[in-house]
T-cell receptor, first 117, second 111 residues
Framework: GAVVSQHPSWVICKSGTSVKIECRSL??????MFWYRQFPKQSLMLMAT?????????EQGVEKDKFLINHASLTLSTLTVTSAHPEDSSFYIC?????????????FGDGTRLSIL | QKEVEQDPGPLSVPEGAIVSLNCTYS??????FMWYRQYSRKGPELLMY????GNKEDGRFTAQVDKSSKYISLFIRDSQPSDSATYLC???????????FGQGTELSVKP
């Protein structure tokens, strides 16, 4: 089955630093990737839709200058949390849609646990 | 009112029981329906994917969609302790579109 790899799985860093999270589709090309945030005991909250070769589309209330998304190839999207603060601590999950028309649904990575001290 | 409603549980059942998980939704435009299983500290794993109304079976899992009632279900037969996880329903209007998730139901299967 399709596999989405996310790295790192867990990161702890000091307040004020920037953190980059990678999302890769390992055995298919992903035109579109999605970035979610999940708080404990809550569902996934979509942050942005990442499209290969174009700017990401952010959901209402998500700061695009805070959460930088780059989708430079059909197999890689990155999320950079800039100047991270403790309130940015969360579980970040990416997913990917297969590029071939009619192929669905989204396949998810295993998430990145981000802890800001 | 949320677009997708799902009872968060927690739901606790004995091993071997039949589990019924449900979601209701408000927008009749949804056409694609999914069930994901999420273990603690892991990403969601796709269990079932259905288009429009009807039933779909895969091993111990059966997904049902009733578009007239705006109601979807996931049944787990002969439940096992390894089925203990959070189950999320999700749906969208078209292929490749963003998913709308339910809150997730936390399931615990006791040996």
């Amino acid at each position: 089955g399709a596999v989405v790899s996310q790295h790192p799985s867990w990161v702890i860093c000091k307040s004020g630093t920037s953190v980059k999270i990678e999302c890769r589709s390992l055995d298919f090309q992903a035109t579109t990737m999605f970035w979610y945030r999940q708080f404990p005991k809550q569902s996934l909250m979509l942050m942005a839709t990442s499209n290969e070769g174009s700017k990401a589309t952010y959901e209402q209330g998500v700061e695009k200058d805070k959460f930088l998304i780059n989708h430079a190839s059909l197999t890689l999207s990155t999320l950079t949390v800039t100047s991270a603060h403790p309130e940015d601590s969360s579980f970040y999950i990416c997913s990917a849609d297969e590029a071939e028309a009619g192929r669905q649904p989204q396949h998810f990575g295993d998430g990145t646990r981000l802890s800001i001290l | 009112q949320k677009e997708v409603e799902q009872d968060p549980g927690p739901l606790s059942v004995p091993e071997g029981a039949i589990v019924s998980l449900n979601c209701t939704y408000s927008n009749s435009a949804f056409q694609y329906f999914m069930w994901y299983r999420q273990y603690s500290r892991k990403g969601p794993e796709l269990l079932m994917y259905t288009y429009s109304s009807g039933n779909k079976e895969d091993g111990r899992f059966t997904a049902q969609v009733d578009k007239s009632s705006k109601y979807i279900s996931l049944f787990i037969r002969d439940s096992q302790p390894s089925d203990s996880a959070t189950y999320l329903c999700a749906m969208n209007y078209n292929q490749g579109g963003k998913l709308i998730f339910g809150q997730g139901t936390e399931l615990s299967v006791k040996p």
